[in-house]
């Protein structure tokens, strides 16, 4: 998902993980139509664990709110995901966190969101859960707070001096004066609160003007970037997007010896809709006026070095494609823990220099894999994010709607 984009929720539970490169504090706030909380009591977090309908968990992969759409009471429009930084002082520079909604029962991934170009924030609303038409939406937001959670917490008129609140730095002699209330904002027109800061990134009515990345943003400049699962870089070198030719190769290999297994590398380009484009893969090697190519198939795995590539020139992806996601299925439908040292690693087509890799650990017993996904930004730049996420589909047909709710 892109800043002030949103879904429609196919699940009524749905859980809500933030992870980062550092600790992060996750919160849930039930909100009324007036953007404020009835009492305290709404307010969940990690010393508050559960509330009207939604509930706060913390799992290996990070902290979690689940939403129980059916159990919110009737007076509250939306709940709303935050996060905030445990260490002091500490701002989202360079750290930027990834909101990841599934469904709550099936495990399914239905969206994911990393707020683009942090700085000195200390805490961010993420992610918002609201009523519409009669069903449910999750939103994209990313605004950012300098004064970490207690600015959040006041916004909604949560009473931070209670003991019930969670731990916040000293107060100074004077309180810090209340933040101007939300202003109300349409549900499928994504507006920044009166008086909150300015979104991180412009709505997609508003492209910003092409220019250097924030500093804080992870990219290329250091050289090679090692991705663990959910982190993104920017492909952005030398304070410039890179616009050239880049391969995204992926390699594997037979968990159990003598065994073959036919996998199957894909790229499915998707519109600004999150609709699908076009999709290269063994059977179509060329898409898009030739701008994406696939190197062919590879039926065992076996050999060294990258089993399948897929080449992309990116100066030559046409506009109406905004977004690329690169798959792994099993087309033999044999399943991914039978698989060893499962990759992706992206090199200069020109050089041959290996810019990002991302080595896939841990595997599900499922025959797909959503490998990472690259997606264009206002500004011009491509941002590479690694997924890891499995679900089941054998063929780059079953994976066209997993891949798109990935975006």
């Given amino acids: 998902m892109t800043p002030g984009s949103n879904l429609p929720l196919t699940a009524a539970r749905v859980a809500v993980t933030v992870t980062a490169p550092v600790r992060l504090d996750v919160s849930g706030l039930l909100l009324t139509a007036g953007g404020k909380v009835r009492s305290d009591d709404d307010f969940v977090f990690y010393n508050q ?48 966190p990834t909101g990841t909604v599934r469904d709550a029962d099936g495990g399914a991934v239905l969206a994911t969101f990393t707020p683009p170009q942090l700085g000195a924030e200390t805490a961010l609303v993420v992610v918002e ?153 063994f059977g179509k090697l060329r898409i898009l006026d030739a701008a994406i190519q696939h190197s062919g198939d590879n039926l065992t795995g076996d050999g060294a070095g990258d089993d399948e590539v897929i080449t992309v020139h990116l100066g030559g992806i046409p506009p109406e494609v905004t977004g690329l996601v690169f798959t792994v299925n099993s087309f033999s439908g044999q399943k991914f823990s039978d698989v060893a040292k499962a990759y992706c690693r992206l090199t200069d087509a020109q050089t041959g220099e290996e810019l990002v890799r991302f080595d896939l650990t841990g595997a599900e017993p499922r025959t797909g894999v959503l490998m990472a996904k690259l997606i264009r930004q206002y500004s011009g730049e491509w941002e590479m994010t690694a997924l890891g996420s499995f679900v089941d589909a054998r063929t780059v047909r079953g994976m066209v709607k997993p891949a798109a709710a990935a975006l």
């Fill in 49 to 96: 664990p559960a509330g009207p309908g939604v509930s706060h968990g913390t799992t290996p992969a990070g902290d979690t709110i689940t939403v129980d759409t059916a159990a919110v009471p009737a007076d509250i429009d939306k709940v709303v995901i935050t996060a905030s930084l445990d260490a002091p002082g500490a701002t989202f520079a360079g750290t930027e």
């Fill in 129 to 281: 859960v609201y009523r519409r038409g009669g069903g449910w939406k999750v939103r994209a937001v990313g605004q950012g707070y300098a004064d970490g959670l207690a600015g959040i917490a006041t916004d909604f008129g949560v009473s931070v001096e209670e003991p019930a609140a969670p731990a916040a730095p000293p107060a100074p002699q004077a309180p810090p004066a209340p933040q101007a209330p939300p202003a109300p904002v349409p549900q499928d027109q994504w507006a920044p609160p009166a008086g909150a800061p300015a979104p991180l990134a412009p709505p997609p009515q508003a492209p910003a003007p092409a220019g250097p990345p924030a500093t804080g943003k992870v990219n290329l400049d250091k050289g090679r970037v090692s991705l663990q699962k959910n982190q993104t870089v920017s492909l952005v070198k030398d304070g410039r997007p890179l616009l050239s030719t880049v391969r995204m190769g992926l390699g594997w290999e037979p968990a159990r010896r003598g065994r073959s297994i036919d996998l199957d590398a894909s790229v499915i380009a998707y519109g600004p809709d999150r609709g699908k484009v076009d999709s290269c893969y």
